[in-house]
C-alpha cells in the first residue's frame, strides 16, 4: 500500500481500501522496544518510583506513582487503572455513564497498556531524577482511551502509506490567583500577571524571563520541543511546538500545558487555558498544524490535489465533530463576534481569518493549521477528529468550497455547513454524526455525549454573575 499514486478527477485508489467496523475493538499495535532498557534507565536513576500516566476525556493526564520492583510484571501483563477518570467531570464530580458504573463493586479498573517507548524525564520530580511513562488502556476500555483512539487512527492513515507530523500552538493567560481565590471573584476581578501586558513586547517578554526560561528549560528535559514563547494579547501566552511525528504531537501538547500548570502552581499562579476568561479579553485557541508525508515528501506541498481532499473532508466532518474541538460551554465564547476564532467553516491560503489555513512557503513548512480548537481541548481526541476527517476527505475524494481570500466572517466569503453555536447543538450534532460512529465507536460517542449533558445540566442549575447584575432589580 505505501507506493500508490493519488490521481484525483479519477477512480480514487484509497476508496474502499479499509474498512472499520464501528464499536469494534481498537486494534493496540505498539512499536517495537525495549523493556529492558527502560528498566535499565530507572536502575541507572536509582528510582524507587516513576509516574504511569493515562489521559482523561478533559485533556488532562491522571497519573499513578508506581512501584519500580513492580514494573517488570506490569510491562507484561499491564497496569490496573480505575475507570473512574473517564465518569468525572472538569470538575472531578462523578457522572453517572452507563459503561462505567458497576452498582455490586463501584467503578471498575481497566488495563493500562504501557507503551515504553513513550518514556519521558520528569525533571520536577524530587531529586530532579523523575520518570513519566505512558499507558493506553486494554481492551474492552480502549475504546474510551484518548491516546488509544489517536494511535488506531495514525495505523489507518499508516495503512495508506501516511505519515503524519505537526505540532500545536497553545495558548493561555497566566494568573495572579491561587486556586481558592479563584473561588472567591468574578471574571471581572481577576488579577493577571502585570509582565504580560502588551502583545510582542520584549521589555515585557525579558521581565517574565524567569517563567518563560523555566518553562523552556523542562520542556526541553522532557523532549518536548518549544519552537517560540511570547506574549500575544493582553495577558496571554503563546507556546508554539516544534513538528513532532504522531503520537508525541498529542503528547507534546499535553505535557506542555501540564508543565506550564506545574511551574504557575509553584508560585501561585494559575495557568489558565479557558477559551474566554473574561470579558474585554481575546480568546485563547491551541491550533493544530498539520502536514501528511510519504517517503519523505511533503504530499500537502508536492500533491495539491490530496491537500484540497484533507480540507474537503475537514468540512464536510467537523460540524459534526465540533464538540471536541469545543468541548465546554465557555468554548463557545470564544467565538462571538468581537472574536478573531473563525466561526465559519471556510478556508484558505495564508488567511488567519479561516477555519482551515493553508502555509505553503515551501516543503519543509508547508502544512495545514486548524484554527478552529480552543485551549480547552483534549489534544488526542482533537488529533484524531482531524486525521480521520482529512482521511475521509481523501478516501471520498472530495471537493472543498472555493478559497477565502478575504475576511471569513463575511457573508459572502464561501463556507461549508455551519458549525454549532453552542455545547447543546454541538452535543446533538455529535450523536447525529455517522463519523463519529466510524472513527470513534458508538458506545465512546453516548458516554463522551452524557458527559457533555450533564455541563449543561449543571450550568442551568447556575446563576451568573451577569444574571445577578442584570435580573436582581428587575422591578
Same mark, same amino acid.
Given at each position: ?141 480502549? /475504546?474510551?482511551?484518548?491516546? &488509544?483512539? !489517536?494511535? @488506531?487512527?495514525?495505523? *489507518? #492513515? $499508516?495503512? %495508506?502509506?501516511?505519515? +503524519? ?90 505535557? /506542555?500545558?501540564?508543565?506550564? &500548570?506545574? !511551574?504557575? @502552581?509553584?508560585?501561585? *499562579? #494559575? $495557568?489558565? %487555558?479557558?477559551?474566554? +476568561? ?104 482533537? #488529533? ?92
Amino acid at each position: 500500500m505505501s507506493d500508490f499514486s493519488l490521481t484525483f478527477g479519477q477512480a480514487n485508489p484509497l476508496q474502499c481500501a479499509i474498512e472499520f467496523t464501528p464499536g469494534a475493538t481498537l486494534m493496540t499495535v505498539f512499536r517495537a522496544s525495549d523493556p529492558a532498557a527502560l528498566l535499565g534507565e530507572i536502575a541507572a536513576r536509582a528510582l524507587t518510583h516513576i509516574s504511569i500516566g493515562c489521559l482523561d476525556w478533559d485533556g488532562r493526564l491522571r497519573a499513578k506513582h508506581y512501584s519500580s520492583a513492580s514494573l517488570n510484571a506490569a510491562l507484561a501483563t499491564g497496569m490496573a487503572m480505575t475507570t473512574t477518570i473517564f465518569a468525572q467531570d472538569i470538575a472531578d464530580t462523578p457522572i453517572a455513564l452507563g459503561p462505567f458504573e458497576d452498582a455490586a463493586g463501584g467503578y471498575p479498573d481497566g488495563h493500562l497498556q504501557l507503551d515504553v517507548t513513550s518514556w519521558r524525564d520528569a525533571p520536577f520530580e524530587a531529586g530532579g531524577a523523575g520518570l513519566l511513562l505512558f499507558g493506553e488502556f486494554k481492551p474492552p476500555y480502549d /475504546a474510551f482511551c484518548p491516546r &488509544a483512539q !489517536l494511535r @488506531a487512527e495514525l495505523a *489507518r #492513515l $499508516a495503512a %495508506f502509506g501516511f505519515e +503524519v507530523q505537526g505540532g500545536y500552538e497553545l495558548e493561555f493567560r497566566l494568573l495572579d490567583e491561587s486556586v481558592m481565590s479563584l473561588t472567591r471573584k468574578s471574571a471581572a476581578e481577576l488579577a493577571f500577571a502585570p509582565a504580560f501586558e502588551r502583545m510582542y513586547g520584549w521589555v515585557d517578554q525579558v521581565a517574565s524571563s524567569a517563567f518563560v526560561h523555566a518553562l523552556e528549560q523542562w520542556a526541553a528535559r522532557m523532549d518536548v520541543p518549544i519552537a517560540a514563547v511570547h506574549h500575544e494579547f493582553k495577558g496571554m501566552v503563546e507556546l508554539s511546538l516544534a513538528k513532532a511525528h504522531g503520537l508525541a504531537i498529542a503528547d507534546n501538547a499535553l505535557l /506542555a500545558r501540564s508543565l506550564a &500548570a506545574i !511551574l504557575a @502552581a509553584r508560585e501561585q *499562579r #494559575l $495557568a489558565c %487555558f479557558m477559551p474566554r +476568561v473574561a470579558p474585554g479579553m481575546q480568546s485563547a485557541g491551541a491550533h493544530l498544524n498539520l502536514s501528511l508525508w510519504r517517503h519523505g515528501e511533503n504530499v500537502f506541498f508536492t500533491e495539491p490535489g490530496v491537500r484540497a481532499a484533507f480540507i474537503a473532508g475537514l468540512q464536510a466532518a467537523v460540524p459534526g465533530l465540533f464538540v471536541l474541538c469545543a468541548p465546554t460551554i465557555n468554548a463557545y465564547k470564544r467565538f462571538a463576534p468581537d472574536s478573531i476564532a473563525p466561526a465559519r467553516n471556510t478556508w484558505g491560503i495564508n488567511n488567519k481569518t479561516v477555519a482551515y489555513r493553508v502555509v505553503d512557503d515551501d516543503a519543509a513548512h508547508a502544512r495545514l493549521e486548524i484554527r478552529v480548537p480552543g485551549a480547552d481541548v483534549n489534544p488526542y481526541l482533537v #488529533l484524531t477528529a482531524m486525521l480521520a476527517a482529512g482521511r475521509r476527505g481523501i478516501e471520498r475524494n472530495l471537493t472543498p468550497t472555493a478559497p477565502c481570500a478575504a475576511d471569513a466572517a463575511e457573508v459572502s466569503a464561501p463556507a461549508a455547513a455551519p458549525f454549532p453555536r453552542d455545547l447543546a447543538a454541538a452535543t446533538a450534532a455529535w450523536r447525529a454524526s455517522a463519523m463519529a460512529s466510524s472513527v470513534f465507536g458508538d458506545a465512546f460517542v453516548d458516554a463522551y455525549a452524557r458527559s457533555r449533558e450533564w455541563q449543561l445540566q449543571r450550568f442551568a442549575q447556575a446563576v451568573t454573575d451577569w444574571e445577578l447584575q442584570h435580573y436582581a432589580r428587575s422591578l
